[in-house]
């Protein structure tokens, strides 16, 4: 009678359920986990906050050191670039929070304070350059508190599992049915999942985590009953839990978080976590995937046991990719070469969805343990973290290296790029400077719009005309410039030459009002081949002045020592 009613109730799930296909689970961080992740988010709120000189003197040396650890995340950002920054991990911080809330965590009035919202009076604070009313002592006990009991809530011994979002021990006792509960305070309930399952079905393709499916009061008591008869028949052996993390491996889990979070490069995270991956689990190799189906990628590697990137769709890590759930086992697998290995792969949710996932690999026939599982599913919700930040700060920095009228670069840029192409150390680098010809004049006869719209007409005409490799910058007002990296003077001049070319034979709008009936330009070229960029710009400037003094709409290239 039991299993005719519990067959039932589970019939009446699978009609309830969205687009009749069981739903991907979403992988629960673990307490340790919600820990770590608002940790890495206090430190760097730390230094955005003392980047900004917001928090009132004398700032803590805890919170200096915690600044010198980060102070890359903001060093490249403006101060309205790092107000935006703040805004971010600010929210970031609140969103750990609540996560931490859920799960039922204890949380120190310090803890509440450091990862809650900061007010708008302390934003109008900082505009009016003036430090947040916030004692800094209360980061420093955040950061302690967070460090030192990593989150766990009292009581809950180390085995403990995150289930539903709430932190509950594992038992081996059954349990105890009072009496039927309310169908108004009836709790949703989530579809069972096996995390250890070394394989997985699905009628479905969405990767997109779907929320818990509602069950009535009497079909919530007959799973709870089938549950409590499964477990009365085989009890669960206290070993099969997986072991409390060691401090050494938290301290790991800590050090990436850390170095992911100042890596803010999408790139540069995946690189982290795979190299963290090795070190945290036995594994002859690593893997950090990016995406899922057809596009999945494989964005970061170490180790001496590749991922094939033709086969990441299929197989183990495409269970993984479609269903969201973990997954390990020993197998041959086109992905790994073919060759019997051990292999064991967890989710990237980033945003809210499946974006890749860690894997990892080994060549004896030892398959990974349940344990080693644990601690792939906390560096990958450390490294979702770093992803979903690092897509936001790629945002914010594309937008400060790019012009705002043009769509170029920047000088800022031109800055940044201008000392990595010197010191590449291949071929020699060229500079062109470049000035529109009585470009004063073109503003003085049409108007201001009608000069920034030939700036923009000239900017797409100059991108058209360069190697590709080359980068056009915006330098300011009319002045533009070119970087023509791994090339010779014969190569530049004729990139130069025809831009110049190029320019006079446009017909630009108003065009025929200036001085000679057409838009020109004047260009300046300087080489170099020794890493010092200012010196190479100065030389590109005088070559452009030297241009403009001999008639306008002509090439002057810089000889060294002239």
Known sequence: MLRKAVALALVGLTLARPGGAWAAEPVRPTVDQLAANALVKRQTEVAALIDLDALPDPVPDELLQIYEDNRRLTEDLDWDETVAYLHTVDDQGNNALSQMRLAGMPLSDSVVTALGRIPESGYAALDDDQSLPINPLVYVRAVTDLRDRNGRPAGVPPSARVVNDQAAPVSTSPPTVSAAPSAASVEPVRVPTTPDSTSSSSSGSSNALWPAVGVGAAGLLLIVAA???????????????????????????????????????????????????????????????????????????????????????????????????????????????????AALSVPLVVGGRVDGALVALRSSSAPFSPADQDLTAQLAAVTG???????????????????????????????????????????????????????????????????????????????????????????????????????????????????????????????????????????????????????????????????????????????PGS
């Open 385 to 559: 973290s770093a992803l979903e930040a690092s897509a936001r700060h790629d945002d914010v920095s594309a937008q400060s290296l790019t012009d705002g009228l043009t769509s170029l670069a920047n000088r800022r840029r031109l800055d940044r790029d201008l000392p990595r192409a010197l010191s590449a150390g291949k071929l020699a680098v060229g500079l062109i400077m470049i000035d529109v010809d009585h470009f004063k004049t073109f503003n003085d006869t049409h108007g201001h719009p009608a000069g920034d719209a030939a700036l923009c007409a000239l900017a797409d005409v100059l991108r058209a005309n360069v190697r590709e490799g080359d980068v056009v910058y915006r330098y300011g007002g009319e002045e533009f410039c070119v970087l023509v990296p791994n090339t010779d003077l014969a190569e530049a001049t004729e990139v130069a030459e025809r831009l110049r070319a190029a320019v006079a034979a446009t017909d630009f709008v108003g065009g025929e009002q200036q001085p000679g009936g057409r838009v020109t330009i004047s260009l300046g070229l300087a080489m170099a081949n020794q890493p010092d960029p200012e010196q190479l710009a100065g030389e590109a400037d005088a070559a452009l002045y030297q241009a403009k003094r001999a008639g306008r709409n002509r090439l002057v290239v810089h000889l």
């Open 227 to 341: 549950l409590w008869w499964r477990k009365r028949r085989r009890k669960p052996h206290p070993a099969s839990a997986p072991p409390p993390a060691s401090d050494a491996a938290v301290a790991r889990l800590l050090d990436a978080g850390r170095r992911m979070t100042g890596a803010l490069d999408s790139i540069a995270v995946a690189e982290i976590a795979a190299e963290a991956l090795l070190g945290l689990i036995r594994a002859d190799g690593a893997a950090c995937i990016r995406g899922v189906g057809p596009g999945a990628r494989t964005a970061g590697q170490g180790g001496a046991l590749p991922v094939v990137e033709t086969h990441l769709s299929r197989g183990l890590l495409g269970r993984v990719l479609e269903t969201g759930q973990p997954q390990r086992s020993v197998l041959c697998d086109a992905a790994f070469g073919d060759a019997p290995v």
